[in-house]
């Protein structure tokens, strides 16, 4: 408890000292991160349910967004006018697109675990982007209304920061701050989860209040 303090007290404070940085992303850019999202919800949903993953039915469509997914995470890499040129941002993209392809790869070669173990992780790296920038679309409204029952609570809060919906992700980690059966179950990956969730909120949406008030709850 005493690191989540001194982490809230950090992010907090380079939030008032930092001054804030800002993106010029391209509007090539933005396209491209939309097609991303919204491969990326259309899939998840699917991965996480090992009968909607295994159902014959679906295998046409996954291998149309497993290799969709790819492809257009080795654009992103390939893009050299990413926000800010930003070193951090090309080096996560670059890893996103390898491993993209080998989720694909996996899923031709029949490895269904590894497959759907690179597509949940993904979002990591989408998190690890868009907390380096502070432009792009934000709780935008969405075509459809993604079926998240196979997802934990911990990996809903990824799917919505992953996605840039960041409303529902602070909903949620506001119900995972105070649930003590996630602390008992797993207190390292709760805490972590907990400190994703106030990075975004402070470096992205500038929102120190509401890390402020996720922080207490926490704490209590």
């Known amino acids: 408890m005493k690191k989540l303090i001194v982490t809230c007290?950090?992010?907090?404070?380079?939030?008032?000292?930092?001054?804030?940085?800002r993106s010029a992303a391209e509007p090539e850019w933005f396209s491209r991160m939309h097609k991303l999202s919204a491969t990326y919800l259309n899939l998840t949903p699917i991965i996480a349910d090992n009968k909607n993953f295994s159902n014959p039915r679906?295998?046409?469509?996954?291998?149309?967004d497993l290799r969709s997914l790819a492809e257009m995470a080795?654009?992103?890499?390939?893009?050299?006018?990413?926000?800010?040129?930003?070193?951090?941002?090309e080096y996560t993209g670059n890893v996103?697109?390898?491993?993209?392809r080998q989720a694909y790869a996996a899923f031709k070669a029949g490895d269904a675990n590894w497959t759907r173990f690179a597509v949940r992780r993904a979002g990591d790296y989408c998190v690890s982007c868009h907390s380096r920038t502070d432009r792009g679309a934000k709780d935008f409204p969405l075509a459809w209304t993604p079926q998240l029952s196979a997802l934990n609570r911990v990996d809903k809060i990824d799917f919505w920061l992953a996605n840039r919906q960041y409303a529902k992700a602070i909903a949620e980690a506001q119900r995972l701050a105070v649930d003590e059966a996630a602390v008992n179950q797993d207190s390292l990956l709760w805490l972590k989860t907990i400190e994703k969730v106030m990075t975004v909120l402070v470096r992205v949406s500038g929102d120190d209040?509401?890390?402020?008030?996720?922080?207490?709850?926490a704490l209590a």
């Open 9 to 21: 007290a950090l992010i907090l404070a380079a939030a008032c000292a930092t001054e804030p940085k």
């Open 58 to 64: 679906n295998q046409s469509a996954l291998d149309a």
């Open 74 to 89: 080795m654009e992103v890499s390939r893009d050299p006018k990413a926000p800010n040129s930003d070193p951090i941002i």
């Open 96 to 100: 996103f697109a390898a491993e993209t």
């Open 209 to 217: 209040q509401v890390a402020e008030r996720l922080t207490k709850l």
